[in-house]
């Protein structure tokens, strides 16, 4: 790759701000629009981002695949675990009733974990999927 030096430096100032903002939408979902999916491709952008303009090695560095393969089964088995835990409790698959010691905040903190399984699950997904292109060859 071209040693674009404006391209490094800008995406060096872009990372954190994505990356932050990405948890802003991740913690606004349960408010408004926005949540686990969208946060998760926002943060997965960042880091695509910053794998394109410095290469694969260093986006590695940032996000090592032997932790895109515990977070992609991770986010799905929060997601599993906190709807098999309504169902435990008695009631339906993902609902969130008795997940606390009333409904309300059973509520939140069911849509919250939900959340955090969707956006683990969808961050580390696309990451893998660019790692997967990127490393391909011509043979």
Same mark, same amino acid.
């Given at each position: 790759?071209?040693?674009? @030096?404006? *391209?490094?430096?800008?995406?060096?100032?872009?990372?954190?701000?994505?990356?932050?903002? =990405?948890?802003?939408?991740?913690?606004?979902?349960?408010?408004?629009?926005? #949540? #686990?999916?969208?946060?998760?491709?926002?943060? =997965?952008?960042?880091?695509? *981002?910053?794998? *394109?303009? +410095? #290469? *694969?090695?260093?986006?590695?560095?940032?996000?090592?695949?032997?932790?895109?393969?515990?977070?992609?089964?991770?986010?799905?088995? !929060?997601?599993?675990? @906190?709807? %098999?835990?309504?169902?435990? /409790?008695?009631?339906?698959?993902?609902?969130? +009733?008795?997940?606390?010691?009333?409904?309300?905040?059973?509520?939140?903190?069911?849509?919250?974990? %939900?959340? %955090?399984? @969707?956006? /683990?699950?969808?961050?580390?997904?696309?990451?893998? !999927?660019?790692?997967?292109?990127?490393?391909?060859?011509?043979?």
């Amino acid at each position: 790759m071209r040693l674009d @030096v404006v *391209l490094r430096v800008a995406t060096k100032f872009m990372l954190a701000p994505l990356l932050l903002f =990405a948890l802003y939408v991740q913690f606004h979902g349960d408010y408004g629009p926005g #949540g #686990g999916f969208q946060a998760g491709v926002i943060a =997965a952008a960042a880091i695509i *981002l910053y794998g *394109l303009i +410095n #290469g *694969l090695g260093p986006a590695q560095k940032i996000v090592p695949v032997g932790l895109l393969e515990v977070l992609i089964p991770g986010g799905v088995l !929060i997601y599993v675990a @906190v709807g %098999v835990a309504g169902m435990l /409790l008695g009631d339906n698959f993902l609902d969130y +009733n008795h997940l606390a010691h009333d409904s309300i905040h059973g509520q939140e903190w069911g849509v919250f974990l %939900v959340e %955090v399984g @969707v956006f /683990l699950t969808v961050f580390s997904t696309m990451i893998a !999927i660019y790692y997967a292109f990127a490393g391909r060859r011509r043979s």
